[in-house]
């Protein structure tokens, strides 16, 4: 029995240590699976809403539901808000489908398109090139605002393809803009060129700074993520791209 109880003594004093050892490895490492896994959840957070957005959603809408995500048992929680300082973080233009595969595609003679264009920013150029077949008569009008009642701050016409026409930017006020497009010819059907999304002469598009920003803060697990959103040019619009201009771990 002595010499058992000195075995055991012996193997306690040898192996509680190492078993200590071993469990504060076991936990470390189970609390870096936990924190990875956290952080994956958190990421899938942030990754539905942009989803959203790129699906024209506008994820500060009242009637917007914030989607329920769980990555291998761990729910996010996600909070989207106006980022402060809106335009401080201003990034460059970009390419935008005026609809050109669906309602501008045909214009008959004497027959107008309008395209509404939300959340254009202050003193930045609005440039539009409309690319079509067969040459014919054409006005490109910019009103302030939604229809054609505001404020003209373009009336671009001509004969042939493409129309192109740019409001300055000391013009531009920002908020919503309506853009016109005309074929102002007495007879004859003209077919829309398709989008170019490198701002092609011989495609159609818009190059305009306009966007809606979104705070999106995701939260699982003790991990949180911080991302800034923005849907360009807008919730509800045809075609929108997203940009996450940045993102920061907390």
């Given at each position: 029995?002595?010499?058992?109880m000195v075995v055991l003594t012996v193997g306690?004093?040898?192996?509680?240590?190492?078993?200590?050892?071993?469990?504060?490895?076991?936990?470390?490492?189970?609390?870096?699976?936990?924190?990875?896994?956290?952080?994956?959840?958190?990421?899938?957070?942030?990754?539905?809403?942009i989803k959203d957005l790129a699906l024209g959603?506008?994820?500060?809408?009242?009637?917007?539901?914030?989607?329920?995500?769980?990555?291998?048992?761990?729910?996010?929680?996600?909070?989207?808000?106006?980022?402060?300082?809106?335009?401080?973080?201003?990034?460059?233009?970009?390419?935008?489908?005026?609809?050109?595969?669906?309602?501008?595609?045909?214009?008959?003679?004497?027959?107008?398109?309008?395209?509404?264009?939300?959340?254009?920013?202050?003193?930045?150029?609005?440039?539009?090139?409309?690319?079509?077949?067969?040459?014919?008569?054409?006005?490109?009008?910019?009103?302030?605002?939604?229809?054609?009642?505001?404020?003209?701050?373009?009336?671009?016409?001509?004969?042939?393809?493409?129309?192109?026409?740019?409001?300055?930017?000391?013009?531009?006020?920002?908020?919503?803009?309506?853009?016109?497009?005309?074929?102002?010819?007495?007879?004859?059907?003209?077919?829309?060129?398709?989008?170019?999304?490198?701002?092609?002469?011989?495609?159609?598009?818009?190059?305009?700074?306009?966007?809606?920003?979104?705070?999106?803060?995701?939260?699982?697990?003790?991990?949180?993520?911080?991302?800034?959103?923005?849907?360009?040019?807008?919730?509800?619009?045809?075609?929108?791209?997203?940009?996450?201009?940045?993102?920061?771990?907390?």
């Amino acid at each position: 029995m002595p010499a058992v109880m000195v075995v055991l003594t012996v193997g306690i004093l040898i192996i509680v240590p190492w078993m200590t050892f071993l469990s504060s490895s076991i936990d470390q490492i189970q609390d870096d699976t936990v924190g990875e896994e956290a952080y994956y959840a958190a990421e899938a957070g942030i990754e539905a809403v942009i989803k959203d957005l790129a699906l024209g959603l506008d994820a500060l809408d009242v009637g917007y539901t914030i989607p329920s995500v769980t990555v291998n048992g761990i729910s996010a929680t996600i909070t989207i808000s106006q980022p402060p300082g809106d335009d401080s973080l201003l990034f460059g233009p970009t390419l935008v489908d005026p609809e050109s595969s669906t309602s501008l595609l045909v214009l008959g003679p004497e027959v107008s398109f309008q395209y509404l264009l939300p959340n254009v920013r202050t003193n930045t150029p609005l440039e539009i090139n409309w690319a079509f077949a067969p040459d014919t008569d054409w006005e490109l009008a910019v009103f302030e605002g939604t229809g054609a009642l505001g404020p003209q701050v373009l009336d671009a016409f001509g004969s042939t393809s493409p129309a192109n026409g740019i409001v300055p930017g000391n013009l531009v006020t920002g908020g919503t803009y309506t853009i016109r497009f005309t074929n102002t010819s007495e007879e004859g059907v003209i077919v829309t060129s398709g989008f170019s999304s490198t701002g092609a002469s011989t495609g159609t598009w818009m190059k305009v700074s306009a966007f809606k920003s979104y705070l999106i803060s995701s939260s699982a697990g003790g991990e949180t993520l911080t991302a800034l959103a923005r849907q360009a040019p807008g919730p509800t619009q045809a075609q929108r791209s997203v940009q996450v201009s940045s993102r920061q771990d907390t």
